[in-house]
T-cell receptor, first 110, second 112 residues
Framework: GQNIDQPTEMTATEGAIVQINCTYQ??????LFWYQQHAGEAPTFLSY????GLEEKGRFSSFLSRSKGYSYLLLKELQMKDSASYLC???????????FGQGTTLQVKP | KAGVTQTPRYLIKTRGQQVTLSCSPI?????VSWYQQTPGQGLQFLFE???????NKGNFPGRFSGRQFSNSRSEMNVSTLELGDSALYLC???????????FGEGSRLTVL
């Protein structure tokens, strides 16, 4: 089966850097996604990793280590609008399913 | 380019009733996935359709069913509603196989 773990809540200060970790176990691996979801809104795509290493996109970066079953999302220069839930999702190459973790609620404080 | 459209946005039903939710994917997207989101369980995978065929199914009872039409629009149906079915039902479409998902705003179902 698939299992995805991420912290439930995190708090950080405006202007700082925060790292949200995600560990996973899956039957076959075919990519890891990060989504952002503001309260009452739909999840929106942030990043995609299928090979080991760091993918950078503006203030957001995502890292993947397939051998360790580990990823993190790095948010730099935090802004108040970054307060949201961050969802890690893994696609199984065996089943094709994209399974989401419970999400990490990030609160950015002034 | 219009996004993923879900209807209705909000609905209230009573136990034992049935409900049908609709999803129109982004034009050109042939893959449609459905998820149930609740505060306690997060996003739970329901099903995935591609070219009118169900490719994957999550661990939900047979009361949950779905289908996809030739124009890629999709519907999901929940019969004999239970209180625990109260949730936000999210539909997402994808352009390519195993690609990123684009989510709709969801249909919020309340079962009384």
């Amino acid at each position: 089966g698939q299992n995805i773990d991420q912290p439930t809540e995190m708090t950080a200060t405006e202007g700082a850097i925060v790292q949200i970790n995600c560990t996973y176990q899956t039957s076959g691996f075919n990519g890891l996604f990060w989504y952002q979801q503001h309260a009452g809104e739909a999840p929106t795509f942030l990043s995609y990793n299928v090979l080991d290493g760091l993918e950078e996109k503006g203030r957001f970066s995502s890292f993947l280590s397939r051998s360790k079953g580990y990823s993190y999302l790095l948010l730099k220069e935090l802004q108040m609008k970054d307060s949201a839930s961050y969802l890690c999702a893994v696609r199984s190459s065996n089943t094709g399913k994209l399974i989401f973790g419970q999400g990490t609620t990030l609160q950015v404080k002034p | 380019k219009a996004g993923v459209t879900q209807t209705p946005r909000y609905l209230i039903k009573t136990r034992g009733q049935q409900v049908t939710l609709s999803c129109s994917p982004i034009s050109g997207h042939r893959s449609v996935s459905w998820y149930q989101q609740t505060p306690g369980q997060g996003l739970q995978f329901l099903f995935e359709y591609f070219s009118e065929t169900q490719r994957n199914k999550g661990n939900f009872p047979g009361r949950f069913s779905g289908r996809q039409f030739s124009n890629s629009r999709s519907e999901m149906n929940v019969s004999t509603l239970e209180l625990g079915d109260s949730a936000l039902y999210l539909c997402a479409s994808s352009f390519r196989d195993a690609g990123e998902l684009f989510f709709g705003e969801g249909s919020r179902l309340t079962v009384l």
